[in-house]
């Protein structure tokens, strides 16, 4: 213990903390990896955008969050979804389209949801995530609840006007958001900076929204960070802004060949392996680092068994859920 | 009796024959011939076939000589045939020298159409009731277009014309007339599937009493969780009791009876079947906890066990899908597929349109084991079972 | 008191609702204090306060997705756009969101929301301020869609729509905006999917909705002194539509005119005519016709305005072509 102190000077009363961190992200990229895998079979069909090298920032962020907080996220949400406390297994069935999935096998990678635990969905549309967290926002508020909702977005948003039209009516209402933009320097196959003239902080700063900008491989100063905004948000009901530069390590979905990927944001580091670092230096054994990756990989895997025994998603009954109002409009 | 001249046509013997070669003329050009006389013989790739007469006649002219190739519909002759009337091939008593053919576009050297009748859709289903032939009436609508109002005043004109139209079927319980497969006559019996004749088969089933049956019985304590698929496997049992020719397979022996009653079930999703053992005799409730006892559907074994059912069924219950068409493979009788339930606006008895709620049900049959007669009749079985839930349950 | 008009019917309902319920909330622009561009939510500040009747930014992307996220969140917002035509700008919301969100998440969550889109042309608005666009959105699986022609069904649909779990278009036409007439008290409870009958009779079968209802009626008033009766279907909703009702008014009438504000290709009209073509066949004395606006966009100038709107006249020229 008293080494420890001495070599890093870490506050050890964190240290439960960080290994919780490196566990939660450990689970996302055993998911995203065994995702990977299962597309290039072919068990799972349509298309999968995978969160590894962002894992830092849904672990961060979300470990400010409780469970009446509610997130909208981005079609590359599957670290949102796992953080914000949805069940592996639950994941898993969705994923592969089956009918205990929690969308029934109808929204799969892309629109995954978990209302449960607050997460608002995935989102086919960029910057459609945005007005969805404005308006849970705006409901936390008149309930008076306390809570905060998340409106996640990625750096090819910030040339949907819709992100300029959910900060100014953010803070015009002063409501209860937090901006969470993954900036991983793509949008889809363009590099966003030939594509995208305009300064984030700026942005924030003409709409009056404080706002951070950080490394987004550091899963210990994006908790803190998020920690500090959103109590600020709890504090004062006003939004704020962090914007999270990343580095997205695979393609923009499975199957992408990267032929136009010749830059990248080489310097922004694995979080994974930067925080395995941070913990070998607090003195934690690495004995006890792989047995945490292992525990998660088991974890995982066991969630994956369950799924894959699922019951397929099936057209009987589906015409029925298209509306609330049962047989509300069924033609034919 | 006045004759009247027509052409004879290419027939189509098979589903996939296009085209055939005139192999032999029986009768010369200006010959009379007698009703059953081989006119002409017909070479496919896979048949011979002679053509008969369907009436006395003469050959007017040949148009296609022997060795030609001529294509399905086209003609091989003019001829005038006894006592017809101009169109068609057909003859007196309407059957037909071969399997009608489809009437491609006609082509330019045929005698003309009749004119078409211009008539609206409550004209002809009027003169229809009322036995009236459209072709008398005048229609005073634009271009002459035959309304109610012209059908109604030419019957209260010339009653004694009027004769009442045999009674309408109830065209839902009406099972269409199954269609085997001209194709593929009996050849000797083989795994493979296009070895195997088919035969098709429709119908359509009122079932509001079944879902108010369901509904009620669900109030009923251990049958609340019943399953519309009980109620349609109970009456497949049912049909199959009363049908018991319908409970064969083919083997390389010939047909062979099955001498107890079992019911595969397809699932939907392809993931293979089950089998629901013994049904024979069974009630409801039976029939209800041995599907409920089915393993989930995706640990279904792979089609064609070792001990395979003669009957299969599948369903699309809760889905807009329509049946599915699936062709039987060996070791199968026939399956049964039952498509979604759908609502649509039927006439009553009344003629006033009143809501019912349907569904389909295909039967895909081996044809060496089902005939025509067998296949309308199992399908009205099932038919009536679903239709009468109270029948259903007293059988 | 004064007889109602369609407003009043409107602002009163929106009033109940937001009494009854404090879940319901009212976003748009210019709504609270100005009490929006038709006066239809006048005085709602003052009696429910600010936090529920919301001004909000020219930004109908945000207000119509907003409601979204607030109605899966637990609010019952009513969004008013400010003219119809500027739902292009929050179509994301409505149709990617909004209609799918029930069935795409697998019944987790609906959308009990209601989009206010004031419709119609006819007062020299110009092409981008006067279009009927309810065909959209009766295109779209997830969508309700209903359109009041009287002041007693603008009541009793606005009830029907902000208690109804699925998101709702509700569409006002503005030239109705001023219509008197009467209020049944107490209100009549009307279920969205309904017509009404809104004049009996024989010979030919009218199916309207909104301002072309007080047109068929005057119609029917002029043709009834020539000895034709047309009996008048007031839809009221678009989607779902009352089949049953239209069916059962052909099955008397056997001749069927579908008459619309809405531009006449691929409106309404022609699933209403597709529809009855199949289901109604036997019925037919004569083919489905539709009168609708003509295929160009609307027209500032008033001569011009006024030549394409589906007026009673042409109307009666359908009817005398149908019955020929
Ligand atoms: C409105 C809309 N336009 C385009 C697309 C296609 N698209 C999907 S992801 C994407 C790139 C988004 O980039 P960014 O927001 O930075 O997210 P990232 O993929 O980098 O996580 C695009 C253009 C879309 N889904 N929606
Ligand atoms: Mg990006």
Redesign the pocket.
Known sequence: MRKQKAESGPDTAQLPRWLDFHRSMHIIRQVESRLATLFADGEIPGFI?LSIGQEASAVGVCAALELADTIAS???GHGHAVAKGMALDRFFLEILGKDEGACRGRSGSMHIADMGVGMLGAN?????GLPLAIGSALAHKLKGNGAVAVAC?????MA?GILHEALNIASLWKLPVLFVC???G???FSA?KDVISLDLPQLARAFGIASRHLRGDDVVAVAEAAGQLVDAIRGDGAPRLIELHTR?IRG?FEGDAQRYRHDDAADREDPLVNHESRLLRAGVTPERLAEIAEAARGEVEAALQIARAGRAACAVGALDAVYAQRGAARYG | MAGAAGMLLMPKLGLTMTEGEVSQWLCAAGARFAKGDTLVVIETDKIAHEVEAPASGVIDEILAPEGQTVAVSLPLARWTLDGVSPSGNAGEDGEAPAPAAPQSPAPAFLPPPEPRVVATPLARRTAAAAGIDLARVTGSGPKGRIKAADVERFASDSPATVSPAPAPQAPASEPVRGVPDPALPGQAPTGHLAAIPQLHAIAEVEISKLLEMQARMQSVRGLEALELVSLLVLAVVRSIEAHPASNRIWTPEGAVAIPRIDIGLLSGAGHGDAILRDLGGRGLGAVSAAIAALPDRESWGPSGQADPSAITLQHALGSAADILHMPVVAGQAAILSFGGEHSLFRPDDEGLPALRHELRVGLSADARLFDVALADLFLASITRFLEDPLVLLAT | MAEPRVRDALNRALADAMAADERVVLLGEDIAGFGGSFGVTKGLLDRFGPERVRDTPISEAIIAGAAVGAAMSGLRPVVEIMFMDFVTLAM?AIVNQAAKAHFMFGGQCSVPMVVRLPHGGGISAGPQHSQCLEAWFAHIPGLKVVCPATVGDSYSLMRAAIDDPDPVIFIENKALYALKGDMPDPPAAVAIGEAAVARGGRDVTIVTYGACLGHALDAAKALASAGIELEVIDLRSILPWDEAAVLRSLQRTHRLIVYHEAVEAFGPGAEIAARMADIGFDELDAPILRVGSPFAPAAFSKEIDSAFFPSSARLIEAVRRILA
Do not use: K, L, Q
């Open positions: 955008h981005t079609h590359r086919g549309i960029v910057g459609g977005f990625g750096d090819g948003a949907e993954d900036n991983n793509w949008s889809e966003t997205r923009h | 994301d």
